[in-house]
């Protein structure tokens, strides 16, 4: 079975710093996907950055950056020169294959709090 | 241009009813999905659907049955509401290869009162 943690329910940073939201993951399966989402109070859900588990270099969308550290099955997510619209739920997120779908299983999410 | 609509936006219904939510894609996805996303912000897989077969049932009440007339939508249905179906119903849709994740729908946050 899969399971995504995310072991900071809160974090705080100030504006213009950079934050590290933390991610780890379980999981036998040889191929999977690392997600992460941002649901700001609005409650939509924005896709952020992609992984793959055998992709070598680690991925980046602009102010993001996801650090992949295969061997100890960690998926952080860095944002750099954070804004007040950065203030969101933030979740990670990992997929498997099931039959024709990709199941999605989440983390319990960290609100990110970014201060003036 | 929304790509994944779901309406209604907010429903608040009386213990015992049967209420739909309706989800469409317009970005030719293969494959959608009902996510539930409970009070502590927690989000479980319900249902997916690929070309309108059933591929994913998780463990739900048969109070909660998906249809998928065609492989743009995918609505829910919830017999004899309850209490604790109170929380917000996501749709997403994905592809069946690559790297994108799901497109999710902007959710509906079901009250039961």
């Known amino acids: 079975a899969q399971k995504i943690t995310q072991t900071q329910p809160g974090m705080f940073v100030q504006e213009k710093e950079a934050v590290t939201l933390d991610c780890t993951y379980d999981t036998s399966d040889p191929s999977y996907g690392l997600f992460w989402y941002k649901q700001p109070s609005s409650g939509e859900m924005i896709f952020l950055i992609y992984?793959?588990?055998?992709?070598?270099q680690n991925a980046t969308e602009g102010r993001y950056s996801l650090n992949f550290q295969k061997a100890r099955k960690s998926a952080n997510l860095v944002i750099s020169a954070s804004q007040l619209g950065d203030s969101a739920m933030y979740f990670c997120?990992?997929?498997?294959?099931?039959?024709?779908?990709?199941?999605?299983?989440f983390g319990s999410g960290t609100q990110l709090t970014v201060l003036p | 241009d929304t790509a994944v609509s779901q309406t209604p936006k907010y429903l608040v219904t009386q213990m015992g009813n049967d209420k739909s939510i309706k989800c469409e894609q317009n970005l030719g996805h293969d494959t959608m999905y009902w996510y539930k996303q409970d009070s502590k912000k927690f989000l479980k897989i319900m249902f997916s659907?690929?070309?309108?077969?059933?591929?994913i049932n998780e463990t739900v009440p048969n109070r909660f049955s998906p249809k998928s007339p065609d492989k743009a939508h995918l609505n829910l249905h919830i017999n004899s509401l309850e209490l604790g179906d109170s929380a917000v119903y996501f749709c997403?849709?994905?592809?069946?290869?690559?790297?994108?994740?799901?497109?999710f729908g902007s959710g509906t946050r079901l009250t039961v009162v």
């Open positions: 997403a849709s994905s592809r069946e290869t690559g790297s994108y994740g799901y497109t």
């Open positions: 659907y690929n070309n309108k077969e059933l591929i």
């Open positions: 997120a990992m997929s498997r294959r099931s039959g024709s779908a990709r199941q999605l299983t």
């Open positions: 992984q793959g588990s055998y992709d070598q």
